[in-house]
Each structure stands twice: as C-alpha cells, then as structure tokens.
C-alpha cells in the first residue's frame, strides 16, 4: 500500500489502474497508439518572472497552482501527463488502454481549464494557450540507460506544441488539428463549436495543415462568433486559398472588429 501510495505521485490513476496486478515492464514498455497531445501553455510567465525576480519561490508557487489546473483536468479526463517544460504541461489519451474517444477527451479538458482559468485565475494574470493534435505516437516508458519518464514521442507531439504556439498568433485559446476536429465532428456527443482557421504550414514541418479553432463555452463576459460569422469567416478563408484576395478582403469587414484571426488573414492580404 506505501509503493502504490508512492507511486500515485508519478502515474495517472489510468496508468496504475493498467499497473494493477501486471507486470509493470510489459505495460510500460513503449508502443505505438493512436493519441490526442495536448500542449498547454501559460501567457504572461516570462514577463512575470522578469518582474518578480526577486520573489521566485512565491512566483514558483503560483506557477505550480495553475499548472495544478491543467494537471487536474487532464487527469480527470483519463489523460496522462507527458511532461512538464517550465510554464508548459503535455499531456496525453489513447494510452495505456485504447480510447476511442480521445480526441473528445482532450477537447473537455481543455474547455475545463480554460473555463477555470477564466473564473478563477485573473487575479493572478496568467492566460493559457492550448494546442492539440491526433494521430500515431509511441508511448511508454521512453529515455535512455541513464533516465526514463513515461511520455509520448512522434510528429504528433511535435504538432501539438506547435498548434499551442500559434494560439499568440491567432489570439485563439484552443487550436487543434485537421484529425481533431474530424474526430470532434464525427461524434455523436459534440457540444464543442468549431471554426477551421487557417491553412499553416507549422515551424519545423514540411507539410501545411489545416488549423481549427475550438470555441469554449462562453461566459458571460466572452465575446464569441455565431454560426453565421464562422460561415462568413470560412468563406472569405476559401476565397484566399483560392486567390480571390479581393472577395476574401469584403467578407472578412463582415467580422466583428473584436475577432483576433480575421485581422492575422487581413493583415497577410
């Protein structure tokens, strides 16, 4: 009971539920998996810890809260964590058991903590920005002779840290890839409101994907487009892809002014 105590500090309650009663080698050891990764990041952390250089241990503190945050709802969603990197958490679904709906799992749990953030972080003025991507990982115990972690590693992860990273671009919360929302739409249970974003060729990539924003449940102070505004924005996206730049430019003025990614697509035209 102490080791299975010990050990619920370093695995997710789906991870030590796999573990229960199995060889622990033969779970953990690395294999590929359909995923979904998410990237969650923290906005304003830079700025803070220049500011607060000489209060670090306090800054720490609020830093580990509000990573508390995203570690909590991915868990709670049946996800793993991958990994921390700073101001940054990833986490994982599709592993150790097989979930189908992976994908809608990493969408809730994004929604959760923005949600939470928005209701209960502003005093602190960290934001976060999240990117998720699906596709075929291996995930296990991954390392080398020396150090091991449980995490995730392939194109996807890569991906997903760079969808997180175009959210400053686009003043977007949640970007996801082409396989997430086809997954999202494809679901019975979809109360998510989508809009593909952008055509993007992501750093460090070499083919260009298609960007979808994933809206949160709006509160009441969140200004968010309404389906006839996501059809108008999509429409004058078609009309740039397709090199009609000057109807791309007259759609996009039928946006409202406060939409973040309709001036990114006027400010390329």
């Known amino acids: 009971e ?4 010990a050990m619920r500090r370093f695995f997710a309650p789906v991870v030590m539920e796999a573990l229960a009663g199995r060889d622990t080698s033969e779970v953990l ?9 998410m990237f969650c990041d923290l906005r304003g952390f ?33 996800g793993v964590i991958g990994d921390f990197h700073g101001d940054a958490a990833m986490g994982f679904w599709g592993w150790p ?42 995930a296990g115990q991954i390392g080398t002779v020396d150090q091991v972690k449980v995490t ?15 959210t400053k671009l686009f003043g977007a919360k949640v970007i996801i890839d ?3 929302a086809g997954a999202l739409k494809a679901s019975s249970d979809q109360p998510f409101q989508l809009r593909r974003l952008a055509r993007v060729r992501p750093a460090g990539l070499e083919n260009e994907i298609e960007a979808w924003e994933l809206f949160v449940s709006p509160n009441p102070n969140t200004e968010v487009l309404n389906s006839e505004e996501i059809a108008l924005y999509e429409a ?24 973040r990614p309709k001036d990114v697509l006027l400010s390329i035209i």
């Open 29 to 37: 050891a690395p294999r590929e998996a359909n995923l979904s990764v």
């Open 46 to 78: 830079s700025k803070r810890s220049e500011r607060d250089a000489d209060q670090l241990l306090d800054l720490l503190a609020r830093v580990s809260d509000e990573l508390g945050v995203m570690t909590r709802h991915i868990l709670d969603t049946d």
């Open 236 to 259: 004058s996206l078609d009309a740039m892809i397709g090199g009609d730049w000057n109807q791309a430019y007259d759609l996009l003025h039928g946006i409202p002014a406060w939409d």
């Open 152 to 166: 995730a590693f392939g194109p996807v992860v890569n991906l997903a840290s760079r969808l997180e990273g175009l």
């Open 2 to 5: 102490r080791r299975q105590a």
């Open 97 to 138: 058991f097989e979930q189908q709906d992976a994908a809608f799992r990493a969408a809730e749990a994004a929604a959760r903590i923005v949600a939470e953030s928005n209701q209960v972080l502003v005093k602190n003025t960290f934001r976060f920005g999240i990117g998720i991507a699906t596709g075929t990982a291996v």
């Open 178 to 180: 082409n396989e997430t």
